[in-house]
């Protein structure tokens, strides 16, 4: 999002503030010898010093000032040291260092309207000091709200869960999502001169009044998963048994005691238990 006539940062060239400062000391002491002296004159240097050291202005490494002149936006100081500026300016310092912040826990209706808790880590900096101090109101707090905002319009375009393989999930697909929701408060930050270097969740759950329900649905979905693993290993399995007697002619078998061998081999192989061997000691009598 961009306004019309946004303000963009501009270089402000400034004067050393050490050779100012030198001019400071000098009409600090001067202006007191010549007070000594009987000189009308030092008087009008010991007004001029406090003047001189208004302008003045130390920067830290990743550090700005925004210079204004009577409302007027004048430019930018980014360079760190110490510097002098006209006295009339009036100067506003602003960090430039990466920063940040986790969002509240918010509560939400994912997309298939189940509700759940949500939160997440944003990384950001300030890269133009014009539009965070000028285009909107607090920037930091403008950056809180509107992370807040897009986590939340995040929340409900996907599901907790995925229903397929295929689908995008706030639980399984957290790449992608990080990638969403990093484009989502970037959108919104860019009219503050903001620039976001990594989003990603930090809470994901369901919330307290369906946690109980979602865990068991999760556990039968996991149980039905598994036994459909387990019966297409044990199909697999009988088939090559069948395979290999009828290739190896270790046994005739018809029809129906191929049923029977395919039944017991299933109920052994599909059982979650182990499975009783029973000897069969029935003899044949002519």
């Known amino acids: 999002m961009v306004l019309s006539g946004s303000m963009k940062e501009k270089e402000l060239s400034a004067a050393s503030g050490y050779l100012m400062l030198f001019v400071g000391f000098l009409l600090l002491f001067g202006g007191a010898a010549l007070l000594v002296a ?28 925004v210079v204004q002149l009577f409302g007027q936006y004048q430019g930018t100081v980014r360079t760190p040291g110490l510097y002098w500026v006209n006295p009339f300016y009036s100067k506003s310092k602003i960090s430039l260092r990466v920063r940040n912040f986790e969002t509240n826990h918010l509560k939400v209706n994912d997309l298939d309207g189940n509700p759940i808790e949500i939160a997440a880590v944003v990384v950001w900096r300030v890269v133009d000091t014009a539009q965070a101090v000028f285009q909107v109101d607090a920037y930091e707090n403008y950056v809180h709200v509107q992370s807040e905002s897009a986590l939340r319009n995040l929340a409900t375009a996907y599901a907790y869960d995925a229903h397929d393989d295929q689908q995008i999930s706030l639980r ?4 992608s999502i990080a ?15 903001v620039e976001v270097s990594e989003a990603r969740i930090s ?14 649905r999760q556990q039968a979905s996991a149980i039905i998963a598994a036994r459909q693993r387990i019966v297409e290993g044990a199909v697999g399995m009988v088939e090559m048994a069948l395979e290999m007697l009828a290739r190896n002619r270790v046994v005739e078998l018809d029809e129906q005691r191929k049923a029977e061998m395919v039944s017991n081999l299933l109920v052994v192989l599909c059982s979650e238990r182990a499975a009783q061997p029973v000897v069969n000691a029935d003899s044949h009598r002519g």
């Not at 399984?172 to 790449?175: C, E, N, R, Y």
């Not at 809470?203 to 068991?216: F, V």
Request: aromatic fraction near 4%.
């Open 179 to 193: 990638e969403h929701l990093k484009r989502e408060i970037q959108d919104r930050l860019a009219v503050a001169g």
């Open 203 to 216: 809470h994901l759950a369901y919330a307290p009044e369906i946690a109980a329900a979602m865990l068991q």
């Open 38 to 65: 009987g000189r009308g004159s030092g008087l009008a240097c010991l007004v001029l010093f406090p003047f001189v050291l208004k302008g003045l202005i130390t920067l830290e490494p990743n550090q700005g000032a």
């Open 172 to 175: 399984g697909s957290t790449a």
